[in-house]
């Protein structure tokens, strides 16, 4: 089954186009050898339009903008906490419905198999530097409530002390 649903939150993994800022470099690579005629699994991506609107939605980017704005190179007790705060943020945070609508009109379409939710970040997978394994992966995930939270949750691991002290 091809998936053919395209919105401003998500980009089929077939659909040509998207670029790196929209996609991710997980995401933009996987287009990429979609359209090279590689065999890749159907799916799709959430956009950064997705993440920025839920970010909007719950108040979290002035929350981050300050925690992050004031940790020091090394003081991973300062990131620790601020991380705790900002998961706290994602975890409690609703998806707003538009999004939540197009994820459940994606995953219907390829068939409500079983998924997995990976991080496709703008500053990962690039010809200058890496930031593979920062963020969580969730997988064999098989229900549109259990998708949703996996998309929270990968979102929120860019915020883990981890993935703040790499960066």
């Known amino acids: 089954m091809t998936l053919t ?3 401003s939150y998500i980009h089929p993994l077939t659909e040509p186009g998207g670029e790196l800022a929209m996609l991710g470099g997980k995401g933009h690579s996987l287009v990429r050898l979609t359209e090279a005629g ?3 699994p159907d799916g799709f991506c959430l956009t950064t339009d997705a993440y920025a609107a839920f970010v909007a939605a ?3 980017g002035n929350v981050i903008t300050q925690l992050i704005g004031r940790l020091h190179p090394g003081d991973t007790t300062a990131a620790e906490r601020a991380a705790a705060i900002i998961t706290t943020g994602f975890e409690a945070g609703d998806l707003p419905t538009s999004v939540v609508n197009q994820v459940r009109e994606s995953y219907a379409a390829l068939g409500y198999g079983r ?3 990976r991080s496709s970040a703008t500053a990962e997978d690039l010809p200058t530097g890496s930031f593979a394994g920062q963020q969580d992966s969730f997988l064999d995930i098989g229900d549109t409530a259990s998708l949703l939270d ?3 949750r990968c979102w929120a691991s860019a915020w883990s002390p981890r993935a703040i002290v790499y960066r």
């Open 5 to 7: 649903v395209h919105s």
């Open 58 to 60: 719950n108040g979290l």
């Open 150 to 152: 996996a998309v929270r």
């Open 115 to 117: 998924v997995a939710v």
């Open 38 to 40: 590689f065999q890749v």
